[in-house]
Nanobody
Framework: QVQVVESGGGLVQPGESLRLSCEVS?????LAWFRQAPGKEREGVSY???????FYVDSVKGRFTISRDHIKNTVYLQMNSLKAEDTAVYYC???????????????WGQGTQVTVSS
């Protein structure tokens, strides 16, 4: 069973930054970040493939950066210029297809809370 463990969430003010980390116990082709705000469905944020191709949804382009340490099997999400609407539980997921469709990901972490508030 592949283990996925996120860390790095917290409370920040608008305009500040946070860096999320996610360690995956085994190699998976695609590592992704999703988020779920209160009362809303889980939505895709970004993914990165084994050859470092990256994708971002429009709402985070230019503010978030995804990266991957292939040796450590770890994926990072650097979040800059955070806004109140970025508040959500952020989930890391691992799978084999480069997509933001939730059903394509077999392995999920437990989530880490990100709160952006003044």
């Amino acid at each position: 069973q592949v283990q996925v463990v996120e860390s790095g969430g917290g409370l920040v003010q608008p305009g500040e930054s946070l860096r999320l980390s996610c360690e995956v116990s085994e190699f998976e082709v695609v590592l992704a970040w999703f988020r779920q705000a209160p009362g809303k469905e889980r939505e895709g944020v970004s993914y990165i493939t084994s050859n470092d191709y990256t994708f971002y949804v429009d709402s985070v382009k230019g503010r978030f950066t995804i990266s991957r340490d292939h040796i450590k099997n770890t994926v990072y999400l650097q979040m800059n210029s955070l806004k109140a609407e970025d508040t959500a539980v952020y989930y890391c997921a691992a799978g084999n297809r480069a997509t933001m469709e939730k059903r394509a990901y077999n392995y999920w972490g437990q989530g880490t809370q990100v709160t952006v508030s003044s």
